[in-house]
């Protein structure tokens, strides 16, 4: 696998801001798995019978 620091990304822009495609892609992710861990229910313990 070869990978190309020199190579230029993909950068969105909005505005005043400016954000590259990976990076945007890396904080959608962790704000779903944030959102994701606060709605979801922690698993219960079993009960021995």
């Known amino acids: 696998m070869v990978i ?3 190579a230029p990304g993909i950068y969105l822009g909005w ?3 400016t ?3 990976g990076n945007l892609i890396v904080i959608v992710t962790m704000l779903l798995l ?3 861990a606060l ?3 922690f698993p219960k313990p079993r009960r021995r019978r």
């Open 4 to 6: 190309v620091a020199s």
């Open 15 to 17: 505005g005043p801001y």
């Open 19 to 21: 954000i590259q495609l």
């Open 34 to 36: 944030f959102a994701l």
């Open 39 to 41: 709605l979801l229910p």
